[in-house]
């Protein structure tokens, strides 16, 4: 009697063990489930990521190749006369320069890609800036529309008057390069109250592709329609890292009839040079 009861309990632990090994399992099976998930999905955005960055050598290494066929024809053109020096040079300049700012921007997104990328601070007024990178837009053979600009007082803050002239020029670019009828708009004031200053960037053409309106900001992401000239896809990520390492933001958004406006918003604040 007594050992058909020590039995019976054997039996009813054993059993305990069992259902407690059943609970681990299912819950280990659900976490196991979930990592599963999770590397699948991390692999997919590798791959995504790896299918971008052999897009953007292709496109680079063309772009890096395109400027130096015409920089040795130059050459050869003065060479045998056929050429004034005067007109080679030209020519030469404004293919290194081609270059020059290729590889310049590639150099900035891998600085803002390790958090490294150095600032040269002093005063500028925002204003001067953009009434500069406008009238350089507008005299652009590639402009088909008028570009509006309506700048409030002076806006002055301390920043890096280069990068912050880069990511004003990759706007008007970007802006130029969507629209053939219409419009481009430049606008701009202090916002006293919040001691900021609010730029915003528009324009009538094509509008964000909906393939890259969710991560337009993030490297290698470019859609252009066939007919154009292909992009790296780095304009907007080197942009968005100046804008924040002076402490600002920026968003994009289509407009609702036509076209796409970039905001900025800066800080007023005093920043040092990080060299
Ligand atoms: N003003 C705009 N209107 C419509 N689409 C835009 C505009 N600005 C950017 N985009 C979209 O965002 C993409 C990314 O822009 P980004 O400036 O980063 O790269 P890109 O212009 O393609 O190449 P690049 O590196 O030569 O500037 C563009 O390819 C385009 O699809
Ligand atoms: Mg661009």
Redo the contacts with the bound molecule.
């Keep these: 009697m007594q050992k058909q009861e020590s039995t019976d309990i054997e039996t009813i632990h054993t059993l305990n063990e069992l259902r407690f090994i059943q609970k681990m399992n299912k819950s280990l099976t659900t976490v196991l489930n979930d990592k599963i998930h999770q590397i699948e999905k991390l692999n997919k955005h590798l791959a995504e990521q790896n299918s971008k960055k052999d897009d953007f050598i292709s496109i680079a290494t063309h772009e890096l190749k395109s400027p130096i066929h015409p920089i040795l024809g130059f050459a050869e053109l003065a060479k045998t006369g056929i050429m004034s020096n005067d007109e080679a040079w030209t020519g030469v300049v404004e293919m290194a320069t081609q270059l020059q700012n290729l590889i310049g921007?590639i150099l900035d997104a891998n600085h803002i890609d390790r958090n490294s990328l150095k600032l040269t601070i002093s005063e500028i007024n925002l204003k001067d800036i953009i009434t500069q990178k406008v009238m350089i837009s507008k005299s652009s053979p590639d402009c088909m529309v008028p570009i509006l600009c309506e700048l409030g007082d002076d806006m002055i803050i301390s920043g890096d008057i280069v990068r912050l002239g880069e990511v004003f020029q990759?706007?008007l670019?970007?802006?130029i390069?969507?629209?053939e009828t219409g419009f481009i708009k430049v606008s701009g004031h202090v916002d006293k109250s919040n001691n900021e200053i609010l730029l915003r960037f528009s324009?009538s053409?094509?509008?964000?592709?909906t393939e890259?309106e969710e991560n337009?900001f993030e490297k290698f992401?470019?859609?252009?329609t066939d007919s154009q000239k292909?992009?790296?896809?780095?304009?907007?990520?080197v942009?968005k890292g100046i804008i924040e390492s002076h402490g600002g933001k920026i968003y994009?958004n289509n407009n609702l009839d036509a076209?796409?406006t970039?905001t900025i918003i800066l800080p007023i604040t005093q920043l040092e040079s990080h060299q």
Aim: aromatic content about 8%; overall charge positive; glycine content about 18%.
């Design positions: 921007v990759n706007l670019n970007n802006s390069k969507f629209t324009d053409g094509t509008g964000i592709p890259v337009i992401v470019t859609k252009n292909p992009g790296t896809g780095l304009g907007l990520f942009s994009a076209g796409a970039f």
